[in-house]
């Protein structure tokens, strides 16, 4: 078992509209073993994202449990445990996908996936021609290899965000919606990595709107229902 989620449940507060709320999502309930892909599925607004963030932290909870298990047998509860925990978790267990890139300015795409290799400990020069095999994989012109991502078209961008987020992937990988701009030929080349980051044991929970794509990955899929 990787991720147990029990009774999630969040509502947002708004405190500069006189704390009005608003429900993002409730009563959310599903395992996920190591390997797994689980697919969050249902209408604009059903609280997808929100339980993607939820499940990173960006987000807190309002009630429910989080129940991520490490591979030395401890069980930390995402919902409840303080800050440095959490911090410590993403830096060493549970991995973010976001749909854009965020980045520092003059960086460039080879440094940008490169690094995430480089803090795992992987020399420097290794770390830079695996990543500079990952764009390549993922159709990045080699002449943008050294420009910084802040200047590349959306499609382009992405794939380097998701280059960025599975070339040292850790055990847990949240995607919200990584092969959204993505042409055919390059949804189905990252299909392909995540299918191999599966055979790897990483446990992923993502979002699609690409009926197909979702398909090709899935072994669950999560239906909600607009609250
Ligand atoms: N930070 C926030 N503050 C207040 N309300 C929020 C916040 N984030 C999300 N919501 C609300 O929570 C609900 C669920 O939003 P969410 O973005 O999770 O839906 P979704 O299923 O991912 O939608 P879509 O498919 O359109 O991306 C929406 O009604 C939204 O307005």
Do not use: C, W
Request: net charge positive; glycine share 6%; hydrophobic share 35%.
């Amino acid at each position: 078992m990787r991720l147990e989620v029990k009774n999630l449940d969040k509502t947002f507060k708004i405190y500069t509209r006189g704390s009005i709320e608003v429900k993002g999502f409730n009563n959310i309930n599903f395992k996920l073993k190591k390997g797994e892909f689980l697919s969050l599925h249902g209408p604009s607004g059903a609280g997808k994202s929100s339980i993607l963030k939820t499940l990173y932290r960006t987000y807190t909870t309002t009630s429910g449990n989080i129940n991520y298990y490490k591979d030395d047998g401890t069980v930390i509860d995402i919902a409840k445990v303080d800050e440095s925990e959490i911090l410590k978790l993403r830096k060493e267990e549970v991995g973010y996908v976001s749909q854009f890139l965020q980045i520092l300015p003059r960086v460039s795409a080879v440094d940008v996936v490169s690094q995430q290799l480089i803090l795992k400990g992987e020399s420097q020069e290794i770390s830079r021609q695996k990543a500079k095999e990952m764009l390549d994989y993922l159709s990045i012109r080699e002449e943008l290899f050294d420009l910084s991502p802040l200047t590349f078209s959306g499609g382009e961008q992405q794939r380097v965000n998701i280059a960025k987020g599975i070339i040292a992937p850790k055990s847990l990988l949240l995607l919200d919606e990584p092969t959204a701009s993505l042409d055919k030929k390059n949804t189905i080349r990252v299909i392909e990595k995540l299918k191999q980051l599966k055979q790897k044991g990483v446990a992923m929970v993502g979002i699609f709107h690409d009926l197909e794509a979702m398909e090709m990955i899935t072994d669950k899929i999560y239906e909600l229902k607009r609250v």
